[in-house]
């Protein structure tokens, strides 16, 4: 059970790891519905199927959605697995430390807390707050906005390669940071769940996480769950030693079952086989003889070993040689760029198949998702307001494409609803305004149609006497893409720039 347990959360976490560092946009639509497997993006999406065979799962097999489905869960389970390694002893192989965890009683009013604090903050409509703690999000952060970044760099270092062969197996994507806040808080998250896996194993879930606490008020009266035969117990305290959940006490012979995350390590460990997966009442089955331990075979894993330090060697050294090959001459003349400043917006420009600020608020627990499977490079994160760490529309890198709506088909919790392309350019999320005097018609006395040629919708005309006129907009036909602005030449500010709708509205 456990090594199926182990390849089901294995599959669970790079399917979801993926669907967030892949910048290409290419595995989003196959991995997508394991974010809607999460228990509180289904429940702001209304999902009462997932939400009743979840709750099935956790009374019948206790909270094995923590070691299953939550990546957030998952990866603590890694940080202590490399915990739980100590150095090289002196035969050349690993040993695992005797006394990795042990027993310590719940933190039953911390809990309630966090759970209580939870639900009032999604009932309050405190997108912040209910974001910071929902674990999916929390791992969404820290996968877009610290692994993305690195997944990218591999990427174009494959498409460099690939293209001195004359090959176009890869494509190089942006980099760029979408959002200082959603990045401080990922930085946070990690550091303090890392700090607290290496040293306890599962204390966030335990004590922080509200999705922990509310599985617990059912995972106590599970079906099936770890429980301790006193008869065959000599108390030796091996399974207490490797419950990262802290929740089984060999003293006491008993399991916290509000705490157990069904990982079944300790009914690998066990000796004298005094634990059982069982339903309450069941009698222990006879003790099966103990097949004799194998001694690892210490030379293959120095074979093992040599060979993959020679491929990673090889690695390195085939990824190091097209980035000194690509070195530019210093003396070559680099024209000198204004780089295009964001724009401040009263209102911020929210996704095609937001309905509007409040319903979008309300829902939006700022996984990022959405931002990592945009195309567009046209979504990134609020730093500030109450909509921080929520995504909105800018325009330094590209603009909305009518024909896209890849954003409302991953959102887990319905804040972006589901919407056709037809649907989506009959919808205004914004507004385009212009600034003539940043415009460098009036500035540079310069002839410019690039707003009025390049608008989808048709709603930009130019109006004047002469070759220098200025772009009106017609705010009926305008859909709030963002074309202009993204392509407007005036630095360091745009001079025609958009401001959201609080309501989208049909056109």
């Known amino acids: 059970m456990k090594y199926i347990r182990i390849l089901l ?31 509180v993006p289904a429940i702001l999406s209304g999902s009462a199927i997932t939400i009743v065979l979840l709750l099935l799962l956790t009374f019948l097999l206790g909270r094995v959605y923590c070691s299953v489905l939550c990546p957030l869960g998952i990866l603590q389970d890694g940080i202590s ?30 809990r309630a807390l966090a759970l209580a604090l939870f639900v009032v903050a999604l009932l309050g409509g405190i997108p912040l707050l209910f974001g910071l703690l929902e674990p999916y999000s929390a791992f969404g952060r820290i996968m877009g906005t610290l692994f993305a970044p690195i997944w990218g760099v591999g990427n174009n270092v494959l498409a460099d390669v690939a293209q001195r062969m004359d090959s176009f197996a890869f494509a190089p994507v942006p980099i760029w940071q979408k959002g200082f806040a959603a990045l401080i808080g990922a930085v946070a998250t990690l550091a303090v769940i890392a700090v607290l896996a290496w040293r306890n194993g599962r204390t966030w ?58 990982c079944f390590n300790c009914l690998k460990v066990c000796r004298h086989d005094a634990l059982h997966f069982m339903p309450s009442g069941k009698k222990s089955h006879t003790p099966a003889p103990k097949e ?43 024209p000198a760029l204004t780089r295009k400043e964001i724009t401040a917006r009263n209102v911020p420009i929210l996704p095609p198949g937001a309905a509007g600020l409040h319903f979008f608020e309300s829902r939006c627990t700022g996984c990022q998702l959405c931002v990592s499977a945009c195309p567009n ?52 999320i914004g507004r385009a305004y212009v600034r003539p005097e940043r415009c460098i018609v009036t500035t ?64």
């Open 9 to 39: 959360a294995t599959i669970s976490f790079v399917g979801l790891a993926l669907l967030f560092v892949d910048l290409s946009g290419v595995l989003a639509p196959y991995f997508a519905f394991l974010g809607k497997w999460q228990l």
């Open 81 to 110: 697995r490399l915990a739980s390694l100590d150095i090289m002893s002196e035969e050349g192989g690993r040993k695992r430390r005797k006394k990795r965890f042990t027993y310590a009683r719940g933190n039953t009013l911390l």
């Open 205 to 262: 879930c335990n004590t922080i996480c509200p999705v922990g606490a509310a599985l617990g008020l059912v995972g106590r009266y599970a079906v099936l769950r770890p429980r301790i035969d006193s008869a065959q117990c000599v108390s030796c305290g091996q399974c207490e030693a490797v419950c990262k959940a802290s929740c089984m006490s060999a003293k006491e012979k008993r399991v916290d079952a509000s705490r157990c995350v069904a």
């Open 292 to 334: 004799p331990v194998k001694q690892p075979n210490m030379a293959r894993r120095a074979a093992l070993t040599g060979l993959v330090s020679g491929v990673a060697s090889g690695v390195v050294t085939l990824a190091a040689a097209p980035l000194k090959a690509a070195g530019r001459d210093p003396d070559a003349p680099v």
């Open 377 to 428: 490079q046209v979504l990134r994160t609020l730093d500030t307001g109450k909509g921080m760490l929520q995504p909105t529309l800018s325009f330094e890198h590209g603009y909305c494409r009518v024909n896209c709506v890849a954003c409302s088909a991953v959102c887990p919790t319905g804040a972006i609803r589901p919407i056709t392309p037809a649907e989506k350019a009959s919808t205004q």
């Open 444 to 507: 540079d006395k310069v002839k410019c149609t690039v707003c009025s040629r390049n608008c989808p919708p048709g709603a930009i005309t130019l109006v004047g006497e002469g070759e220098l006129k200025m772009p009106v907009v017609d705010n009926e036909r305008c859909t709030g893409c963002g074309a202009c602005e993204y392509l407007c030449p005036s630095r360091p500010l745009a001079a025609i720039y958009l401001e959201g709708n609080r309501e989208h509205r049909k056109i």
